[in-house]
Structures are given as C-alpha cells and as structure tokens.
C-alpha cells in the first residue's frame, strides 16, 4: 500500500503550492501532501487558597508541567474531488494536577489519561469527497486538512473514517487553534459542547457537508465512548452514538465580514444519572444505563471589527441531567474574546488575543460534587458553588518561518466552581514549530 500511494503521488499532475511562510520546510506543488508540527506547553502555577481538597481537585501548592503533541500529516489528492487523509501523532507530557480541578482546563493539549504513554497511534484516517453543484471553483490553502489546491463554489462533501469532531463543528477563526492561539480548553470550544470523542479527542463517524458563498450546513453521525472520558469506541449504534448539526450564514457588519453559526447536539450513551446518584449518594458510574442521552445548542460568531483584528463570542447550553462523558464538565458557558494580528506594530505574522469565559453547572450536577462525589475530572470534597470564570491572554511572535513561540497567561475564579477554592493565576509559554 505504501509503495502504490508513492507511486500515485508521483504521477498525478500538480497543483498550487501552500502557504510556506507558515512553515520551516518548503512544500512543493504536487497532488500528495507531508508535513509535521510540534507543540510544546509549560504551565506553572503559586499556592492558592485551598481550605480542603479532593481526589480531583487543582492542587493547591506550587505546581509546573510541560505537555508535548507532536503530528505528521499526510494527505493525497486522489482526483480533483477525492480526499485521502492520514495523520501520526504522539502526546506526552502532563497537565496540571494531572489535568483535573478545572471544568477549563488551561492546557488543551493534554491526554486526560496518562497512563496512555506517548506511544504514536493515528489520530485521523479520513476519506473526503466533494460533489462540485457548481462550475465556478474557488482557490484553497493547501494544508494538514485539505490537499486539493480548488474545490467548487457549491458543493457536498461526505467525509468519513477516524476524526475529530471539532475538526469542522464549532470552528472559529479567533478561537479554535492551540497552536497559535488560547490554550484553555473552554476557550478554543464550547465548554457546553459535550461532542463525541474518546479521551484523546478522536472518534470514528460520518459526516456531510453543505457550502455555497454565503452559508453552509453539516451534520456529522459519531462514536461515543464506552464510558466517560474512555479511550474504547461504543459500538452499539442504537444506544451509543453523538449526532450533531451546524448551520453558518456569512455576512457583514458595516461593510466587514462575520461569520455566524448555531450548533445543536444529541448524544446517546450509557450514562450515568445525577438525580439518581444523589438520592442513593452513589458514585455516577453506579447509576450508568443503556438509552439516557444529552442534547444541548450553542452559537458562535466570528466578527472583523478593524483590519486585522476580530472579535468573537461563544454561548453553549446542555440539559445537565446526565453525566458529562466525553469532554468536559461543563452544562453551560458563555465566552467573549477578540484577537488581532501584529500588523499595527510592524509584526504582521504575529498574533495577540484576549477571552472572558464564564462556565457552570446544572443543579444536579452540582449537588453531585457538594454531597463529596467525583465526576472524570472535578471532585473537591465538598463544594460551595459559584460559576467558574476563566481570563487568558496570549502573545504569539513569528521567531522565523514555521517557528512560533508564545507567552499565556489565565486567571481563574472559582476553580472546579468552588468559592472556597482560588483563585490561581497560571503562567504559561509554547514552542510551536510547523514542519
């Protein structure tokens, strides 16, 4: 199979060359697509108030981590409209208090399961292929997520294999990038946005897709995972899977140009019950059962307010009766940022952004965590509830082409949504280099 892709990248014809500026590499005009990227995190935070702590509580003394993903992307151009798409990953490192205490964490990159190891492992295996319903065509970047150089103006795309939801659900271009852009995990998605995912952040599933100029559509059919925060698929399809429906409408504001999209999903899992767990004071995983489900909205809207310089916002809502399951424990959020590139200061590759985010709980949920119970990633001991609200700003600089280097800093108020607990301020830098 290696010897017969090599030799078909060999012979299709070329295509237009990527963005190299971006990259430390060249990357020449062909059908195939190879680069790599690594990202490097260090946080550190000082003592915080902490008058008691739990199994899953941020831990209250001096703490710093480093956390490291690094990613090669291959792709082919198969045809004009056929897609193939395989990336290699390894994630090591670790996360503050082992990722846990936060509903927002401060560092997305972390494997919430450490005992994972950095053994690489696949992270996408994807099929694309667009049906153009339309002549006219429109130039494309080239890059890790699309190999093809034009796709039509309208079209269907169908994608399906091994993914990430967030791939193409609740994109934002202020607000969605790791690399070069926040680093809380309630900053670059919706907190409220309980999307299928095993706990590296990938699922299998199926997706189409809907785009002309001014809106598009899509709705993507996912495995869940077998239990919260698992690393196992759940293939039983009737009683475990996440389905969700992304409507974007582009348009402008005084002559500038937005995007506006609402989001609707309905996850199906052997979850566990708050309200049972609490009247019996059992654990939530002792109240799991075939057929509970989830379904939650939210909305996201991009908008240029100067040259360079965006601001966007994020509100998400989910009913909060069963366990949160696949990626954080959030049942609603409400996000305000704006980022801007460093054109002004003569920096044009550089990026500088900051976000308000405020995250909370269903009733249930959080008298589940008061009665001394755990969820996969928060459990004090006791909680005095009280929303969690999180402020990060970022400075990424352009060292040299593909070399990016960034300073973060957050400030969060009532850590794990506990009043008695914080806040804590955490200091943060990045090594992004894109190969």
């Known amino acids: 199979m290696k010897s017969y892709l090599l030799g078909l990248c060999l012979v299709l014809p070329s295509v237009a060359r990527a963005d190299d500026d971006a990259y430390l590499l060249p990357h020449p005009d062909a059908r195939w697509w190879l680069s790599g990227q690594l990202n490097v995190i260090a946080q550190a935070h000082d003592r915080f108030t902490s008058p008691y702590e739990g199994e899953h509580s941020l831990h209250h003394g001096r703490e710093g981590k480093m956390s490291e993903v690094a990613t090669i992307y291959g792709g082919v151009a198969v045809t004009d409209t056929t897609e193939v798409l395989i990336d290699l990953e390894s994630a090591g490192g670790d996360g503050l208090s082992s990722a846990l205490g936060l509903a927002g964490f401060t560092n997305i990159d972390v494997v919430r399961n450490p005992t994972l190891g950095r053994a690489p492992y696949v992270a996408r295996a994807i099929v694309v292929q667009i049906i153009p319903l339309s002549a006219d065509t429109i130039g494309v970047e080239r890059g890790p997520m699309r190999a093809v150089a034009r796709v039509p103006e309208k079209r269907i795309e169908l994608r399906a294999g091994k993914l990430s939801t967030v791939d193409t659900f609740d994109l934002n271009s202020a607000g969605s990038d790791s690399h070069l852009q926040f680093m809380n995990w309630t900053a670059d998605n919706d907190g409220a946005y309980d999307y299928a995912a095993d706990t ?232 992004h280099i894109e190969l």
């Open 200 to 431: 590296r952040g990938y699922t299998l599933g199926a997706q189409i897709e809907y785009q002309e100029p001014r809106w598009g559509a899509r709705f993507g059919e996912m495995l869940m995972p077998t239990v919260a925060n698992g690393i196992d698929y759940d293939y039983d399809l009737a009683d475990a899977r996440g389905e969700q429906l992304e409507i974007e409408v582009r348009g402008s504001v005084s002559g500038r140009p937005g995007v506006y999209r609402g989001l609707a999903f309905w996850n199906h899992a052997r979850m566990g019950r708050y309200a049972d767990a609490n009247a019996m004071h059992v654990a939530i995983e002792d109240t799991r059962a075939e057929g509970r489900t989830k379904l939650g909205f939210g909305a996201n809207v991009e908008q240029e307010i100067a040259d360079g310089a965006r601001a966007f916002a994020r509100v998400g809502w989910n009913d909060g009766d069963n366990e949160s399951f696949a990626y954080t424990e959030v049942d609603n959020t409400i996000e305000l940022g704006a980022a801007t590139d460093g054109a002004r200061w003569s920096r044009d590759d550089d990026r500088a952004g900051a976000v308000i985010i405020s995250n909370g709980l269903s009733e249930g949920h959080r008298d589940y965590l008061a009665l001394g119970q755990a969820g996969f990633l928060l459990g004090d001991g006791a909680l005095r509830y009280g929303r969690e609200t999180i402020a990060e700003a970022y400075y990424t600089a352009r060292a040299y082409r593909g070399v990016s280097p960034a300073i973060d800093v957050q400030y969060v108020v009532h850590p794990g949504y506990n009043v008695d607990r914080g806040p804590v301020l955490v200091g943060g830098v990045r090594l």
